[in-house]
């Protein structure tokens, strides 16, 4: 069974830092593309940023693109999001998404429970 754990959301303070995790099982983690992506509150899915599945590949959306950072372990199957220089637009539920090959012009076949980013003062 595939399952995608995220973590490591919360609230914090305008410009401060998070970083996400998102830990897979019931898969070949090394041989799929990952992405994250968000649902701020009352707006649709926005797509945040993409990995392939060797990692050597990267793509971000434009609103977060000199900000976050996405990367993965896959010797711990394990997908990260770090994000820096948060801003109050940032909140949302971020979820960890599984395309169906090892790029991601695939498409997505699961999703993770997604995990609460809040940025405020």
């Known amino acids: 069974e595939v399952q995608l754990v995220e973590s490591g959301g919360g609230l914090v303070q305008p410009g401060g830092s998070l970083r996400l995790s998102c830990a897979a099982s019931?898969?070949?983690?090394?041989?799929?593309?990952m992405s994250w992506v968000r649902q701020a509150p009352g707006k649709g899915l926005e797509w945040v940023s993409a990995?392939?599945?060797?990692?050597?590949?990267?793509s971000y959306a434009d609103s977060v693109k000199g900000r976050f950072t996405i990367s993965r372990d896959n010797a711990k199957n394990t997908l990260y999001l770090q994000m820096n220089s948060l801003k109050p637009e940032d909140t949302a539920v971020y979820y960890c998404a599984k395309y169906s090959g090892s790029y991601y012009y695939t498409s997505y076949d699961y999703w993770g429970q997604g995990t609460q980013v809040t940025v405020s003062s």
């Open positions: 019931g898969f070949t983690f090394s041989s799929y593309a």
């Open positions: 990995i392939n599945s060797g990692g050597g590949s990267t």
